[in-house]
Nanobody, 117 residues
Framework: QVQLVESGGGLVQPGGSLRLSCAVSGSNFMLYHITWYRQALGKQRDFVALLTSGGNINYANAVRGRFTISRENAKNTVYLQMNNLKPQDTAVYYC???????????WGQGTQVTVSS
């Protein structure tokens, strides 16, 4: 069973930065595609960033140029570096893992990011 644990959320002022972490338990970490999503209060869950097992990266238009997704295979961890944060980035951020060539998604519990002065 794959388990994901997000951390690194918090309260930050506009223009500030945070780095979220997604720790993935289990074997074959390098074979997983990892996706970050976010869900603002009362809204649907939206795609933020994807890092495939092959190293391909994609970002939502709203975060491109401000957010960076990366992975550290030795720690089974994926990061989301968020810079120049805006109030509209406020949301619960979730990471999801999918073993390549499968259709099962595993989810973490989420971490709250609040951008406010």
């Amino acid at each position: 069973q794959v388990q994901l644990v997000e951390s690194g959320g918090g309260l930050v002022q506009p223009g500030g930065s945070l780095r979220l972490s997604c720790a993935v338990s289990g074997s074959n970490f390098m074979l997983y595609h990892i996706t970050w999503y976010r869900q603002a209060l009362g809204k649907q869950r939206d795609f933020v960033a994807l890092l495939t097992s092959g190293g391909n990266i994609n970002y939502a238009n709203a975060v491109r140029g401000r957010f960076t997704i990366s992975r550290e295979n030795a720690k089974n961890t994926v990061y989301l570096q968020m810079n120049n944060l805006k109030p509209q980035d406020t949301a619960v951020y979730y990471c999801s893992a999918r073993l390549r060539e499968t259709a099962t998604d595993y989810w973490g519990q989420g971490t709250q990011v609040t951008v406010s002065s």
